[in-house]
């Protein structure tokens, strides 16, 4: 039983486009949701988050969005950059960022 | 500020073999957890330690793998007998105000 999903295994965007990735979930329980990139070999790094008492939080080119009754979040880039390019997990919590759930993430390769 | 440390970053051992994984996750940290990566899947999560104790082990498969955080600090995850399904990227983090930072993690094949 998955309960973080993301359906697109993979997106390519030109650069200085928008890139935009999405995440649905099923479990209600989870109140807090979190974006990582990872780069081959490496862990995954934090990149943004959002508690579900918004439904936007934004830093610099990084914008996540929130809609709890959908149960749906995503990840808009602008815009976007080569070193963007890696793999995307969304990643939800019943509590504040504690026991992530991941999503099996997407690939994001944007073009030159 | 250093980051999560974990060795070996590879291992290759056959099936029915015995393997660990050490972790030193950052200074301070007191919640560390261990992930399991399999190919092309987000990672799942196995263990989460709060200093020196096991809050949740659900996902952990008991009847193979163990891990300890004994003095609260370093942290080993065992695999005892691996089987081929173990053949994962084993990651480590530990968290500090909701924020979880990982290691870059060690890569198993079991053969």
């Known amino acids: 039983d998955q309960q973080v999903k993301q359906n697109s295994p993979s997106l390519s965007v030109q650069e200085g486009r928008i890139s935009i990735l999405n995440c649905d979930y099923t479990n209600s329980m989870f109140d807090y949701f979190l974006w990582y990139k990872k780069y081959p070999a490496e862990g995954p790094t934090f990149l943004i988050s959002i508690s579900s008492i918004k439904d936007k939080n934004e830093d610099g080119r990084f914008t996540v969005f929130l809609n709890k009754s959908a149960k749906h979040l995503s990840l808009h880039i602008v815009p976007s950059q080569p070193g963007d390019s890696a793999v995307y997990f969304c990643a939800a919590s019943p509590n504040a960022g504690n026991m992530l759930t991941f999503g099996g993430g997407t690939r994001l390769m944007v073009k030159p | 500020e250093a980051g999560v440390a974990q060795s070996p970053r590879y291992k290759i051992i056959e099936k029915r073999q015995s393997v660990a994984f050490w972790c030193n996750p950052i200074s301070g940290h007191a919640t560390l957890y261990w992930y399991q990566q399999i190919l092309g899947q987000g990672p799942k999560l196995l263990i989460q330690f709060q200093n020196n104790g096991v809050v949740d082990d659900s996902q952990l498969p008991k009847d193979r793998f163990s891990a300890e955080r004994l003095k609260g600090v370093d942290s080993t995850l065992k695999i005892q007998p691996a089987k081929l399904e173990d053949s994962a990227v084993y990651l480590c983090?530990?968290?500090?105000?909701?924020?979880?930072?990982f290691g870059s993690g060690t890569q198993l094949s079991v053969l």
């Open positions: 983090a530990s968290s500090f105000e909701g924020r979880s930072i």
